[in-house]
Structure formats: C-alpha cells, structure tokens
C-alpha cells in the first residue's frame, strides 16, 4: 500500500526566506502526487499535483514541487515565504488502482516577521 | 462551476447523542465523496469514501456511519456519540483521484 512521509512536524522561517517542506512516499510504480494547504479552521486547499511530465510543477501563491523518483520525494518549495503563507501543508499521494488519496500527517509553518 | 457545501460548520454535542453531518456538491454528476477527520495536532484519517450511490467503503471500523442517498449527497451519521468522536470532519468530492480532490469548509464537532 501507498505511505507519505512527512519528516518535519513543525517549520519556522522568517518572512522572506526560502521554505522548502520535504514529503517522501513509498510505491512500486509513479504515483499522482498532491500538495495541500490548510489554514486554521478551514478545508484543504490544491496548491498543486503531479502525475507525468516535467518534474518541476508550478502552483498557486508561488508555490513548486520537484519529483525525484531516484529518492522517491516531492519536496514543497517556494522562494520567498510571505507571513500569510502561515498554515499546515499535507502532502498525498494516490495510485491508478485506487479511488483515494493516502494524505501524510502534515507539516505547520510558522513565519516570523 | 462545481461547488461543495458542507455543515453546520460548529457543533457542541453530548455523549450519547446522535450525529447528522450532511455534505453537497453542485456542478457535477457522480462524484467520488470521501469523508475525513482530522483530530487536534493530528493528520488527515480516511473514514468512509463512496464511488456511487449507495456505495460505502469503511476505512476505519468506529462508531460512525455513513450513507449516499442521492448522487450528490453524503451524510456521516453516528447513533450515539462518543468523547474520541471529537474532532474537525471534513467532506471532499473528486471527478478522478488523479485530479485531486476538493475539500468543503469542514465541521467542527466537541462531544462533551
């Protein structure tokens, strides 16, 4: 079965900064790959997939993700993290076989100003 | 466009009581519906996904329940609620898993 990984429970940067949110999985083949954000009290939001093509996908609010099968992750990066980017990102992942997505257990940032 | 509504957004129930969270999704026909929870600090729990109606798959064996009487409806209910039911539930529709899935506001549920 699917698994998503995500090491860091918990990021602090500074308004400005580079962020980059590390999001491993494991599967035998290429899994369609998603990158959510929520903010406090609310839904999840897309801020951007990946399933086939370039590896580097762009998203919404200046977001990027990279695929790299040799290590099986897709790491969220943006290059200068604004205070309202403050919120909890989930990454998921989800096979051709399956009606569902299989969400890691999140990662909360934190920006100072 | 296609939108998801889902409510009520609080609720404050007592131990023992029932539960009826109802999820609706406009602008499409025979979505995939998947209800979630997410308990304080944690991640993102599958608890019941529906390709159809009247076709429930259950992740987690609990104290819930769940039914699809219409093509665009998706109800969580519970018979008798429990303290560890707490917690934030959140509705979401998908046309293809590959597309992602689009999440309603969620319900805020406390058992007291």
């Known amino acids: 079965a699917q698994s998503v990984t995500q090491p860091d429970i918990h990021i602090t940067v500074s308004e400005g900064a580079s962020l980059e949110l590390r999001c491993n999985y494991s599967y035998g083949a290429t899994p369609y790959l998603f990158w959510y954000v929520q903010s406090p009290g609310q839904g999840l939001q897309l801020l951007l997939k990946y399933f086939s093509g370039d590896t580097l996908v762009q998203g919404i609010k200046g977001f990027e993700a990279e695929f790299k099968r040799s290590q099986s992750s897709f790491n969220l990066r943006k290059p200068s993290v604004h205070w309202s980017d403050a919120a909890e990102y989930f990454c998921a992942v989800a096979t051709g076989t399956a009606s569902k997505l299989t969400f890691g257990t999140g990662t909360r940032l934190q920006v100072t100003l | 466009s296609q939108t998801i509504h889902q409510w009520p957004a609080t609720l404050v129930q007592p131990v023992g009581s029932p539960l009826s969270l109802e999820c609706t999704v406009e602008?499409?026909?025979?979505?995939?519906l998947y209800w979630y929870r997410q308990a304080a600090g944690r991640g993102l729990q599958l608890l019941f996904y529906s390709v159809g109606i009247g076709q429930i798959s259950s992740e987690v064996p609990q104290n819930l329940s769940a039914s699809r009487p219409q093509d665009r409806q998706f109800i969580l209910s519970s018979k008798k609620l429990l303290l560890s039911d707490s917690g934030f539930y959140l509705c979401a529709w998908s046309e293809r898993v590959d597309y992602g899935y689009t999440f309603g506001s969620g319900t805020r549920l406390t058992v007291v």
């Open positions: 602008g499409t026909s025979n979505p995939n």
